[in-house]
């Protein structure tokens, strides 16, 4: 048994579940995934007869009726600014060091909200850098460069 | 009587009262720190590990070392119920039921809930770790390689249950995770697996990196994507206390995780892992209302918290007479027992007694002090749901950037919870729940890793998993629970034909 064996095998029963997930979806399709994957089970009695997708999550205001397609509602904007958020701060933090870092990624993360204004994003990341300051540097101690080899830290 | 004998020394060694206040200020800083978003329990406790290197007497410093275990991970499971952000394993199954209770406006009960069952667990398991310590530890012995991958199977299989969507999608979301368990070096041979050329990858994904992406990040996607959820989850936070009723309805599940986390917890080397997966399955399989799961069911907060607690107990008995820790966590408590000049492992139950025994003992006074410290707090947790979501969503982010780099200081582990957390919303969005993909993930290395020792063992015989004994029970089990789990769905499938052929 060499390396490649458990990974070979573990690909072709993935591969053959993908195929029935293909199969099954023209024969006996799953509820649609905004139902499924998003309910938001608020109303809290269980077996409730009122469904919660009477107004679909994802539809925008002027379209009502619920779209099968998974990724029909995908905003650009939140999705690209929180993986940017995220992969600026991995980028940076050797680098610039963990203020920027922090800076950066805070910043860009506020952004990722549809209507919030800039000055307000710059006000939420700068808040945000002075309480990882305090919190991660001044109480826990961790040991990180604040400002990095890239600006003379 | 020995065993009482040995809790009482415990028991006088743990309640001298500088060990008590040494206790009392691990579960504050713990839960303090475990409650940050974004910072789990593995993380929690790798920050605040190094505060007990400077005392003087390794008891109080172990003793402060498990009241910081005890607060990380009640800090952990209340980030995993507010805010949907599981820092370890058996947290991810609490934030299944958990998150829905909180989105319900019942996170004032789950929190209480998860405090209580978690209590009670440790309670009846630390009785059990004094009584029946050496019988267990014989037992665990009986498993080999072959026992421990026909049980690996059982558990992703009794997996199934935690996803409340389509099996197969289940299914296969389990492999995936497996997959995504082999990057890095072969365990055999230190052929790098899908590394792609990148050196940071030879030693695998980190699990944190993971767990964060596929719940924490791709629940703000979530989010950001339907900002009604906010308004509707703040608005709507009622009763703190669970009621009578609800009290009632826990108290099965409770004692039923609780020996099944005990039991699983003996197991050295993962059945830890599998203890509050497994309570989740059992109690979904036998509740009366199995489809309330998923939606915000109370006994599956109760039950996965109260196995994980009662096996965080029991899986002392392994560390403590082979030597071998169960759990990351238990891995930083021998590296704290090292760094004190005590090596671990059979001779130190006798050797030290005290130190021992004070330490279980502490881990339950642990526990007390963390219901009575928390249980008044739970009103100041619930209040996190009310920062607005514009201030509360970018801390998430940051923490969680924070809380994994500082693990390993690894910038690709940062990288890689980005590409978690778009691939975690995407598969949500297909139906694809994450917590199957994490179990597959957590358990893939194991399963790999003794079937190919059993294999080896046996000298390629596979017949080796169906006569050795345990191990063909449990593989029939598996066989049976994946029957059980595919019937009602080929029967809907059924109905779903033959209502179109009318």
């Known amino acids: 048994m ?16 993908g195929l029935a997930t293909v199969v099954k979806a023209y024969v006996a399709p799953d509820p649609a995934p905004g139902e499924v994957a998003d309910v938001v089970p608020g109303d809290a009695v269980p077996g409730d007869a009122v469904p919660d997708d009477a107004v679909p999550h994802d539809a925008r205001p002027d379209d009502a009726a619920p779209d099968p397609r998974p990724l029909a509602g995908l905003r650009w904007r939140p999705t690209l600014a929180v993986f940017a958020a995220v992969v600026f701060f991995a980028l940076t933090v ?42 991660f540097v001044v109480l826990l101690q961790l040991r990180l460069p604040l400002l990095g080899d890239g600006l003379g830290g | 009587m020995d065993l009482l004998d040995n809790l009482a020394l415990g028991f006088s060694e743990a309640l001298q009262w500088h060990n008590l206040l040494f206790c009392l200020l691990g579960v504050a800083l713990g839960t303090a720190v475990g409650v940050l978003p974004g910072i789990g329990p593995t993380a929690t406790i790798a920050l605040l590990l190094p505060i007990t290197f400077g005392f003087d007497d390794p008891t109080s410093a172990l003793i402060m070392l498990a009241g910081i275990h005890y607060g990380a991970q009640y800090g952990g499971s209340t980030t995993a119920i507010l805010l949907n952000l599981p820092g370890e394993s058996s947290a991810a199954v ?28 440790g309670t009846v398991a630390t009785v059990v ?4 310590a050496p019988p267990l530890a014989r037992a665990a012995l009986a498993f080999g390689a072959a026992e421990y991958f026909s049980l690996v199977v059982l558990g992703l299989v009794a997996s199934i249950a935690l996803a409340s969507g389509s099996t197969l999608k289940a299914l296969a979301m389990i492999v995936l995770g497996i997959l995504l368990g082999t990057v890095g070096q072969d365990l055999y041979t230190g052929t790098p697996r899908f590394t792609f050329g990148v050196r940071e990858l030879y030693q695998g994904l980190s699990f944190v990196a993971v767990a964060v992406g596929v719940f924490g990040i791709a629940e703000i996607l979530r989010n950001l994507h339907d900002p009604r959820t906010r308004t509707r989850m703040v608005s709507r936070v009622a009763n703190l206390w669970p009621g009578r009723a609800e009290l009632r309805r826990i108290v099965a599940p409770v004692l039923r995780a609780t020996g099944l986390g005990s039991l699983l917890g003996v197991l050295p080397g993962g059945g830890h892992v599998l203890a509050s997966y497994a309570s989740y399955a059992v109690e979904k399989r036998i509740s009366r209302t199995p489809g309330e799961f998923g939606h ?5 907060v109760a039950g996965p918290e109260s196995a994980n607690n009662a096996a965080a107990q029991t899986s002392f008995i392994p560390l403590l007479t082979l030597g071998l820790p169960a759990h990351p966590v238990m891995a930083l408590m021998v590296g704290a027992f090292i760094i004190q000049g005590i090596t671990p492992g ?3 139950m006798t050797e030290q007694p005290a130190l021992v025994w004070g330490l279980i003992a502490s881990m339950w006074i642990g526990n007390v002090l963390l219901v009575l410290l928390n249980l008044p707090l739970i009103g100041l947790w619930v209040r996190m749901l009310s920062v607005p979501y514009s201030v509360l969503f970018p801390v998430i982010v940051v923490f969680a950037c924070i809380g994994t780099y500082s693990l390993n200081q690894n910038p690709w582990d940062v990288l890689a919870m980005a590409f978690f957390g778009v691939l975690g919303f995407v598969l949500v969005r297909c139906g694809c729940e994450p917590a199957p993909l994490l179990l597959g993930f957590v358990l893939g290395p194991m399963l790999e890793e003794n079937l190919r020792r059993a294999l080896l063992i046996s000298r390629g015989d596979p017949t080796v998993f169906l006569t050795r004994p345990i191990s063909a029970v449990l593989l029939t089990l598996a066989v049976l629970a994946l029957v059980i789990a595919v019937l009602p769905a080929i029967r809907r499938k059924r109905d779903v034909v033959f209502a179109e052929d009318e």
């Open chain 2, 129 to 132: 770790l004094a009584v029946a």
């Open chain 1, 94 to 135: 050797e680098g610039l060091g963990l203020l920027p870092a922090t800076f950066g990624t805070g910043l860009l993360a506020a952004l990722a909200r549809p209507g919030t204004r800039p000055l307000q994003a710059l006000v939420i990341a700068a808040g945000l850098t002075a309480a990882s300051w305090v919190i």
């Open chain 2, 296 to 300: 915000g069911a109370i006994e599956g």
């Open chain 2, 346 to 348: 059979p001779d130190v």
């Open chain 1, 2 to 17: 060499g390396p490649g064996y458990v990974p070979l095998a573990l690909g072709l029963v993935l591969a053959a579940l």
């Open chain 2, 94 to 121: 609490t934030a299944i039921d958990g998150h829905q209770m909180a989105r319900s406006g019942r996170a004032g009960v789950a929190l209480a809930v998860a405090a209580l069952g978690s209590f009670a667990a």
